[in-house]
């Protein structure tokens, strides 16, 4: 029986090949200037958004750092990173941002 079953998947794919290149061998019906026209533009912007995307792509795969400084300065402009607050930066006297002199916390102690 499960000879019959793999002989009728190979039939089935034999056939839909088969029905598949007698389509792709059919000459396509003329098109009209105006129908032309419409597809070209509807084209357009989904190839440029295709090509862009794919370049993204690519540039995160060439540069790793170039794409994540990218996403840094887009987060930015939408304010989700507030300058005193990134590591390194400001003194330690309470106000983010503020120039100064770290004061040690309590685990640090002073060493004076």
């Not at 090949?17 to 912007?45: D, I, K, T, V, Y």
Request: charged content about 30%; hydrophobic content about 35%; cysteine-free.
């Amino acid at each position: 029986m499960g000879d019959w079953i793999g002989l009728g998947v190979i039939v089935l794919v034999v056939a839909g090949s088969l029905w598949g290149l007698s389509h792709l061998g059919r000459a396509r019906e003329p098109m009209s200037e105006e129908e032309f026209e419409r597809r070209a533009a509807e084209a357009r912007g989904t190839t440029s958004a295709g090509v862009a995307g794919m370049m993204y792509a690519l540039q995160k795969l060439m540069n790793p750092k170039a794409a994540e400084a990218v996403e840094v300065l887009k987060d930015m402009k939408a304010g989700y990173y507030d300058e005193g607050e990134q590591a390194g930066e400001g003194g330690g006297d309470g106000e983010p941002g503020a120039p100064g002199k770290k004061t040690p916390t309590k685990e640090e102690g002073t060493d004076a």
